[in-house]
């Protein structure tokens, strides 16, 4: 599966340093080793940790949400804000990809790059935030214990996080490729 990304240019990040990041960011939350994150959840009760904001809006235009990493505020569109309660993998996904926005591109300091040799790093902020999306819903320890307790499908990867069927291959085709 093909997808071309068209952030702008940022510092550039390999997958290793950003499963590093979303370790982090996990726990700055108090969130490590939990499966099936509480998106939702870290909206309400976990975001002010990082001193960030969000709103909801009926319209975003052709967005289903936006990061201002200057006004520390995300906007999330109302389908997409509703999807987070009943589960819907690509709302999750969607929000977590905002996250990673803040915690790439804006004031945070999570993104403390150290150099990861041979590793191909990538300068698309979009191919970014997704990559985050994809290690904060399926952290590399999680997806290391599923995988060794017999996992090897997409479906399996969708029950245990809570993912849509597009995430869960993505996420199993890095696994696969690079053992994170
Ligand atoms: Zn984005």
Partial sequence: MARKYTGVEVPPLSIVDISDITRKARESLGLEGVWQLDVAGVLEHKLHN????????DDLGSKEAESFPDKNLIKIRSDVYDGLFV??????FTVCHEFGHMAMHGELSLNRKKTVKDTPCF???EWQADTFAS????PTELMK????????????????????NAAAEARLR????RGI
């Fill in 123 to 125: 300068k698309d902020s």
């Fill in 145 to 164: 214990k599923l995988i060794m307790d017999g996992a090897n499908s997409a479906s399996e990867v969708v029950d245990a996080f809570c993912v849509s």
């Fill in 135 to 138: 290690f904060m819903l399926m």
């Fill in 50 to 57: 990082w001193g960030l904001d969000f709103e909801v809006c």
């Fill in 174 to 177: 890095i696994f696969d490729k």
């Fill in 87 to 92: 589960d819907d993998g690509r709302s999750r």
